[in-house]
T-cell receptor
Framework: DTGVSQNPRHKITKRGQNVTFRCDPI?????LYWYRQTLGQGPEFLTY????????KSRLLSDRFSAERPKGSFSTLEIQRTEQGDSAMYLC??????????????FGPGTRLTVT | TQLLEQSPQFLSIQEGENLTVYCNSS?????LQWYRQEPGEGPVLLVT?????EVKKLKRLTFQFGDARKDSSLHITAAQPGDTGLYLC?????????????FGKGTLLTVNP
């Protein structure tokens, strides 16, 4: 399978704990995005990387959130001191930038986080 | 703030019926993508439209991008239970922010056998 993969698929944690999610993009894609989706809403942009550089962070990404893409391949999203409001589906997507590309983004299956 | 409004929010129809869902905005997008999402899964890309007035067909699905590139529609002919899912539209702006997708809330379609 050469699509975007995310691990774990589900995570249940207690409030105040730290959690880390991993995303492996499509291998030749140089752009990687993180989105968050809550019930009844469409995905909302969190941050994106071009290769290893993090180029933008949404206002939704508080100081408790940090994302890395150390070698321009896989990415991790860490949430420190989780709160119940962090409960959501965290989606990763990747795309290939190129002249004339419509910037199509391909999504992984998501990580469902539940904070109790 | 959601810049893309999708309607209807919910749609329940019988197998074999036709349907149209809409995606509207006051903003211009350089491209617009339609996704289908099933419960507990990530969105799956169906189509990308980039030219005003463009029409794309994917089997029983017809996608249209408005002339002004502010709105789009998805028409499904002879709906089947396998079409059930959440249909999301997402727009990308031009220039430096072209990478970031803005999503609507989606249309939840149920096709009953």
């Amino acid at each position: 399978d050469t699509g975007v993969s995310q691990n774990p698929r589900h995570k249940i944690t207690k409030r105040g704990q730290n959690v880390t999610f991993r995303c492996d993009p499509i291998s030749e894609h140089n752009r990687l995005y993180w989105y968050r989706q809550t019930l009844g809403q469409g995905p909302e942009f969190l941050t994106y990387f071009q290769n290893e550089a993090q180029l933008e962070k949404s206002r939704l990404l508080s100081d408790r959130f940090s994302a890395e893409r150390p070698k321009g391949s896989f990415s991790t999203l860490e949430i420190q001191r989780t709160e119940q409001g962090d409960s959501a589906m965290y989606l990763c997507a990747s795309s290939l930038e190129g002249a004339g590309q419509p910037y199509e983004q391909y999504f992984g299956p998501g990580t469902r986080l539940t904070v109790t | 703030t959601q810049l893309l409004e999708q309607s209807p929010q919910f749609l329940s129809i019988q197998e074999g019926e036709n349907l149209t869902v809409y995606c509207n905005s006051s903003s211009v997008f350089s491209s617009l993508q339609w996704y289908r999402q099933e419960p507990g899964e990530g969105p799956v890309l169906l189509v990308t439209v980039v030219t005003g007035g463009e029409v794309k067909k994917l089997k029983r699905l017809t996608f249209q991008f408005g002339d002004a590139r502010k709105d789009s529609s998805l028409h499904i002919t002879a709906a089947q239970p396998g079409d059930t899912g959440l249909y999301l539209c997402a727009g990308a702006r031009g220039g430096g922010s072209n990478y970031k997708l803005t999503f609507g809330k989606g249309t939840l379609l149920t096709v009953n056998p």
